[in-house]
């Protein structure tokens, strides 16, 4: 039985190691449909989905995605929330920054403030 654990453990890990994220969505490439709202609405659901999975990077790419079809400030929020969970803290950084300058009156500004602060520390 043992051996069986850590031979799913090791195979697992290989796997892991081989998968590469996909590529980042290039917006030039989503084309909206009739109701493009509905089609971003997707996405999100989509995105949501693989987040509350932990599968931020297929979060990353589905928010992304939203975003091309509907550019909403609140999008960048969640697209830096993916990147800060898959490790990413100079993307998160960035995409925080740039939802402030889109949304300087949002309430939760002081969270985000924060979270820049601690992303900046850990940074290289």
Do not use: W
Not at 6 to 13: C, D, I, K, R
Not at 35 to 48: C, E, H
Not at 86 to 104: E, F, M, S, W
Request: charged residues 20%.
């Amino acid at each position: 039985m043992r051996a069986l654990i850590l031979l799913l453990v090791s195979t697992t890990a290989a796997y892991a190691d081989v998968a590469a994220p996909a590529p980042p969505v290039d917006c030039s490439q989503i084309k909206p449909g009739a109701d493009a709202a509905k089609q971003a609405r997707d996405r999100f659901m989509r995105a949501v989905n693989h987040y509350n999975l932990a599968e931020y990077d297929a979060a990353i790419r589905e928010f992304t995605a939203a975003y091309c079809l509907m550019s909403t400030p609140e999008l960048l929020f969640n697209i830096a929330q993916s990147h800060r969970q898959a490790g990413h803290p100079t993307d998160a950084v960035r995409l925080y920054r740039r939802y402030l300058a889109l949304k300087p009156d949002t309430p939760n500004r002081a969270a985000v403030e924060k979270l820049i602060a601690e992303l900046t520390q850990k940074q290289p």
